[in-house]
């Protein structure tokens, strides 16, 4: 006798809603199974695989609860019952596999949806099977089929699905179309089923072990929703750590992506990476400005290449990564940028480890410092001279003082003595002691003249002069100064102008340079003396002191510490009793009262250059600029006759 059944309709919005809930919870699993790689991607894998396996399984089970005939009692045999749940978790892991493999494509899709599908049918019917009921099933084959495409299209869509990233509106929507669809394929199937109670007088054997119809519903039902409700609740915490790394990760690629731009934009620096055997790792735009190097040039090749011959010679390059390797790591010196040329470069070199502490590399900071140096050096010359001028100009007060002080005594006792000659009685023996005394106190008065000199307190009498003939009347008197062994050049440009100074003490002056030259070339030479006028100066007359008269000797020359001191007052290189030290310190003097300067150059060997800067003497009135200048000599300006004292010092 044929039997019709019914639904309870409560399990079956149930079982819609467990197969709604399944989707939802899939798609959210893909999403994370997506996200992650490796082993991690295995286990997302096989979690989405339970949850909607399980998930159809559990729809399929509820709606076959729901199932209701009239005064016979449905129960279910449990090894069919739980291999029905084993056989859609399976082929749900086979689909989700075949459907993720590279390069497969619409047919891999296709294929894993067909499977899944067909898997899922398989399991429909493995439930009918595990029934125990009084009564014969029958299905209609139409239903079957059409119950097969239902399941093979639902299959096929949840996976296509699950390969694309979603949102959540996006995830409902689907998820209610799937659960739909999953339902419908189990009534679709249900509605081809036909019941034939047995005939009467057979009785039913109900297998053993058979699970009451009531618990099952309950169980199923607490369990589905439990295990749904952890795998979202996994996947919630998952995606949050995600989100939370992703960000973090595009704050790191953005502050790491600021810090590649602020190198890039960093033109006074050389900023660069070293790797552990110091190969250059990349290179910024300072680099390329500071060493001449194009990236693609540089990238590659080992950082000595900056270093000079000398300092590579000497391993320069692998200490200083010894040093870096142990600590922060500073110096200057030379480099050589691309095309030769060296700049002096302060250099920083770091190391760089990774989170174990092992030496992963080193970044190097270059700058070229090459114009603060130079000023240093400029800084520290000027700094020098002015000490050296201070100096000079408080010698200058105290021996001015002295020597003032001292000539007035010397001529005090020059006037005594002239006195004294006058009283003496005409006797050979006390005229020649008186004679003796003369002289030593006018050598002593030479003396205090050269102090006076220096300290620039004589008085001088300032004149036009013409310097070559000045320089050719004394021609004679400075070959026998200097003897026979030593030649003396002279050079002067024609139309040269007067020079404003004393004639008197320009002589003294030039005398005592001709004697320092021939002191300074003991196996004899040659003694320059020429004269010009400063090129910026020519026809102006603008600087304060633009002709110069030069003295140059083919001597011994001088090195820096000797000529630091040359000028000042008792500095001597000659053994005691050779000289007082006070020749350079009187022409210095000479020329610094004269608003003009001694400039001396000078090196071991190659001799030494005595130039005194001169002004140039103003026009006399009515007289043009170009006219030939009226020369006042020492020997032709009415003053009495005087003895020229030469100190060999």
């Known amino acids: 006798m044929a039997h019709a059944g019914s639904h309870d309709p409560v399990l079956v919005a149930l079982s819609i809603a467990i197969a709604t809930l399944a989707a939802y919870v899939a798609l959210d699993l893909a999403g994370r199974m997506n996200a992650a790689t490796g082993w991690a991607r295995r286990a997302w894998l096989a979690a989405a695989a339970g949850v909607l396996g399980g998930g159809v399984w559990s729809m399929h089970f509820v709606g076959m609860l729901a199932f209701r005939l009239p005064g016979i009692e449905i129960t279910y045999a449990p090894g069919l019952t739980l291999l029905s749940l084993v056989l859609p978790v399976a082929v749900t892991a086979i689909g989700l596999a075949v459907a993720r493999r590279p390069g497969g494509g619409g047919g891999a899709i296709a294929l894993a949806g067909l499977v899944t599908g067909l898997g899922i049918v398989l399991m429909h019917y493995t439930g009918m099977a595990a029934m125990r009921l009084p009564a014969a099933l029958h299905v209609d084959p139409a239903w079957v089929a059409a119950s097969v495409l239902i399941a093979v299209g639902a299959a096929t869509v949840a996976i296509r699905l699950s390969l694309r990233e979603s949102g959540a509106g996006f995830r409902v929507a689907a998820s209610g179309a799937m659960g739909l669809a999953i339902a419908g394929m189990h009534y679709a199937a249900m509605q081809g089923l036909h019941v034939s109670a047995h005939a009467a007088g057979v009785p039913h054997v109900a297998a053993g072990g058979e699970v009451d119809q009531v618990r099952l519903a309950a169980g199923v039902a607490a369990v589905t929703f439990l295990v749904l409700a952890l795998a979202l609740a996994a996947a919630t915490v998952d995606r949050r750590f995600s989100e939370h790394a992703a960000r973090e990760a595009a704050a790191l690629r953005a502050s790491e992506e600021r810090y590649r731009l602020l190198l890039q934009s960093v033109t006074d620096y050389a900023i660069f990476m070293l790797d552990r055997d110091g190969l250059v790792a990349n290179w910024n735009a300072g680099a390329r400005r500071i060493k001449g190097y194009e990236a693609g040039e540089i990238v590659g090749r080992h950082f000595s290449l900056f270093y000079t011959e ?63 140096k130079r000023a240093e050096a400029a800084l520290e010359q000027a700094q020098g001279a002015l000490a050296q001028a201070q100096k000079m100009e408080a010698l200058g007060q105290l021996t001015g003082g002295v020597a003032h002080d001292f000539n007035n005594l010397l001529m005090a006792v020059l006037g005594s003595l002239e006195l004294l000659r006058k009283r003496l009685p005409d006797d050979p023996r006390l005229l020649r002691l008186l004679d003796n005394a003369v002289q030593g106190a006018q050598r002593g008065a030479s003396l205090t003249q050269r102090m006076l000199a220096f300290a620039r307190r004589q008085e001088l009498r300032p004149e036009a002069i013409d310097l070559a003939r000045l320089v050719r009347d004394m021609t004679d008197l400075l070959q026998r100064s200097i003897g026979p062994g030593t030649r003396i050049e002279t050079r002067f440009p024609l139309n040269l102008p007067p020079a404003l100074v004393d004639a008197h003490q320009l002589e003294l002056a030039l005398l005592n340079l001709v004697v320092n030259a021939r002191d300074a070339m003991p196996e004899g030479g040659t003694v320059s003396i020429a004269a010009r006028l400063a090129p910026s100066a020519a026809g102006e007359g603008e600087e304060p002191a633009p ?80 006219a030939a200048p009226v020369l006042r000599l020492a020997a032709s300006r009415g003053l009495p006759s005087q003895v020229v004292l030469v100190v060999d010092d």
């Open 310 to 372: 000398e300092d590579r010679d000497r391993g320069a390059p692998a200490a200083a990564l010894a040093a870096a390797a142990r600590g922060k790591f500073a110096i200057e010196g030379w480099r050589v940028r691309r095309d030769g040329t060296r700049f002096w470069a302060s250099v920083v070199i770091d190391p760089i480890r990774g989170e174990d502490g092992a030496l992963v590399g080193f970044a190097k900071v270059t700058r070229d410092i090459t114009e603060r």
């Open 547 to 626: 002709l110069c008269l030069s003295v140059t000797d083919t001597g011994l020359g001088m090195d820096e510490a000797t000529l630091a001191r040359a000028q000042e007052p008792f500095f001597t290189t000659k053994g005691v009793g050779k000289g007082t030290g006070l020749g350079l310190s009187m022409v210095h003097g000479l020329a610094a009262q004269s608003r003009g300067r001694l400039v001396l150059r000078s090196r071991p060997g190659t001799g030494t250059v005595a130039e005194i800067w001169l002004p140039v003497a103003a026009p006399a009135s009515g007289e043009s600029p170009g």
